[in-house]
């Protein structure tokens, strides 16, 4: 622990707690030296909340105008996603004078009798003219979980925990509002009685924390992207402490097939998604088919045989799809090319791999749908529903990124590594001849990647390509200034007089 201060959980790890990898989980719980990885997630959230707290610096009902010029030293697509969410917080609590109060919880709350530090942040607590207290979470970004009742995400939770002496025992209003859809849930929290439960969900979640970091074991996988923890990793017997050389990047870059693809199609749409993690403001493609054709896969290898017929016509009937239909042919052609008498080392898994010298160090995770071993190969598969786009996977960025991930794996089995791309729609005749990396490939590809990865911290101006064809795709073209195609956000905008999607849960 850093100067003897005690270990500390967020509502992250709290929510983690029973899947992380153990090695990860104990050093981010006992704050153990790692690689800087800068937050700016923050800047959205901080530009928002002080023009909110000057908003309410006063007993007064909040106005369109209170945010005004928000964000202005930010980049263009995060102001749009600041006026989106000013618009939303004027329709959501538009009718309440509130004053805000500072509740000084932007440190850590320590916990003695838990031995334990409760990170997290605590948005806004505002009181009305009658001393009613609320505490305000908000989500600006992609992905929230949208629950029925606020209590039951891990960051309102701790919030409310946090704000437990500001509280007292009279009830709280608890408010969660997504700010970029407009969502919101609230209901009263009755302190007195419901503080115990929340206090009795943490002490539940802190003894799973501390039984997985008793004896941690490290594992390989999607948490490597990320962790700062990489040195003396078993893991990743390279791996080392790295600082960052500007604050704009991670000490260590996480590269992934789809990251990768993003930069080299258009360098701003990477720093909008992959670094400032602004919410996408226009579709980019239909993706449900083939992630419904993916877990239909999963289910159908870990529940029994692809080879099955009858199982897979159950398989289709358990999730809702018709048989004799083309996710059928789909799954029939998949049983034509799925390996027999192989051993299943995986379905849908993330490997990871560290690269440090010569720098600047990077670590790669590819998920892979399938990896069997067969006949003295490790033969790793990626599933496709589309239509075939790589004539060549030798020279195919994902496959030639997947191949120097598994190459450790394929070695220490003492396995051929064969990269195969298996396309599953009837329309498709022929699968691209498959990738079987040797020694030189392996060389070539990590020096790609470097570079890459060099390139990623020389860019300092990270402009749009602002291609008519890679525009009308990209999932920023309605709020970024470099865009060829004019667009508008699928952000939803309702009308002052319109009900917003706001549901009050009972206490």
């Not at 104990?26 to 923050?42: L, M, N």
């Not at 929290?189 to 799973?208: C, F, N, P, S, T």
């Not at 990865?453 to 200034?481: F, K, L, N």
């Amino acid at each position: 622990m850093n100067g003897g201060s005690l270990p500390k959980v967020t509502p992250y790890l709290l929510r983690r707690a029973d899947t992380m990898c153990e090695r990860r989980l104990a050093k981010t719980f006992a704050g153990d030296e790692a690689s800087p990885d800068p937050v700016h997630r923050s800047r959205l959230r901080d530009a928002f909340l002080a023009a909110a707290k000057d908003a309410h610096a006063e007993l007064r009902r909040p106005e369109i105008g209170d945010f005004a010029g928000i964000g202005s030293d930010l980049e263009p697509e995060e102001r749009a996603v600041l006026g989106q969410a000013a618009h939303w917080y004027v329709q959501l609590f538009g009718d309440r004078a509130v004053r805000y109060e500072d509740h000084d919880l932007d440190t850590p709350t320590a916990s003695p009798a838990r031995a334990v530090r409760v990170g997290g942040w605590v948005d806004l607590a505002v009181v009305d003219a009658d001393g009613a207290r609320e505490l305000r979470q908000f989500s600006l970004w992609d992905g929230a979980r949208v629950p029925s009742d606020p209590l039951e995400l891990e960051a309102v939770r701790t919030a409310v925990l946090r704000l437990t002496k500001w509280a007292d025992d009279g009830p709280l209003r608890v408010v969660w509002a997504d700010l970029v859809s407009g969502i919101a849930r609230e209901r009263v929290v009755d302190m007195g009685r419901e503080r115990v439960e929340l206090a009795a969900w943490l002490d539940e979640r802190l003894q799973i924390v501390r039984e997985r970091t008793r004896e941690p074991v490290a594992g390989n996988g999607d948490d490597c992207r990320g962790c700062g923890f990489v040195a003396a990793c078993p893991e990743h017997p390279s791996g080392a402490h790295y600082g960052n050389r500007r604050d704009f990047l991670p000490g260590i870059v996480s590269i992934t097939p789809t990251g990768l693809d993003t930069w080299q199609r258009c360098r701003r749409d990477w720093r909008n998604a992959y670094v400032l993690s602004i919410p996408s403001s226009d579709h980019s493609g239909n993706t449900v088919h083939g992630q419904q054709v993916h877990d239909l896969l999963r289910f159908i290898h870990r529940s029994g045989s692809c080879q099955d017929d009858a199982h897979i016509r159950d398989a289709l009937e358990a999730n809702g799809f018709e048989p004799d239909t083309r996710v059928h042919a789909e799954l029939t052609n998949h049983a034509r090319r799925c390996p027999t008498n192989a051993v299943a080392l995986g379905h849908e898994i993330t490997r990871a791999r560290f690269h440090r010298k010569p720098m600047p160090p990077f670590m790669v995770t590819a998920r892979l749908d399938a990896i069997w071993e067969h006949d003295g190969i490790l033969d790793a598969r990626d599933y496709k529903t589309g239509q075939v786009w790589s004539e060549q996977l030798s020279l195919d960025r994902q496959a030639r990124l997947q191949a120097w991930v598994l190459a450790p794996l394929a070695h220490e089995r003492g396995l051929h590594l064969r990269i195969a791309f298996e396309h599953l729609s009837p329309d498709v005749d022929e699968d691209p001849e498959p990738f079987e990396p040797d020694a030189d490939d392996l060389d070539a590809i990590e020096e790609e990647l470097r570079a890459t990865v060099e390139a990623m911290r020389a860019e300092t101006e990270h402009r749009g390509v602002a291609d008519p064809e890679v525009c009308r795709t990209c999932r920023y073209r309605s709020i970024c200034p470099d865009s060829a195609v004019a667009s508008e956000p699928i952000w939803p905008m309702v009308d002052p007089e319109d009900a917003p999607d706001s549901e009050a849960a009972s206490a």
